[in-house]
């Protein structure tokens, strides 16, 4: 397990952009899983995002054409760029990444993103 650090959470207007930020504290080797959750208060964890090195990312119908992950393997960080954002995009954001060796997860402790007018 991993310590992952999240930034980048805030309010914005319907419409608006975010993008958000997740620092490993070690090495997360590009074969292996990063990329995110999302959580509505009273709702279950649900997947937004995910990159492995050397596959195409993969999105939740609900984001894709809007959302953009990305990955900089050298920073051990991966980002998210959520555009055109609905109010349904609010959420508690959480960044996760997964040792496809150990199959140990690492969770951050999650970023508050409001879509609010």
């Known amino acids: 397990q991993v310590q992952l650090v999240e930034s980048g959470g805030g309010l914005v207007q319907p419409g608006g952009s975010l993008r958000l930020s997740c620092v490993a504290s070690?090495?997360?080797?590009?074969?292996?899983?990063m990329g995110w959750y999302r959580q509505v208060s009273g709702k279950e964890r649900e997947f937004v995002a995910s990159?492995?090195?050397?596959?195409?990312?993969r999105y939740a119908a609900s984001v894709e054409g809007r959302f953009t992950i990305s990955r900089d393997n050298a920073k051990n960080a991966v980002y998210l760029q959520m555009n055109s954002l609905k109010p349904e995009d609010t959420a508690v954001y959480y960044c996760?990444?997964?040792?496809?060796?150990?199959?140990?997860?690492?969770w951050g402790q999650g970023t508050q993103d409001t879509v609010s007018s």
């Open positions: 996760h990444a997964r040792d496809l060796s150990s199959r140990i997860d690492s």
């Open positions: 070690d090495r997360v080797g590009s074969t292996n899983l």
């Open positions: 990159r492995i090195g050397g596959r195409d990312p």
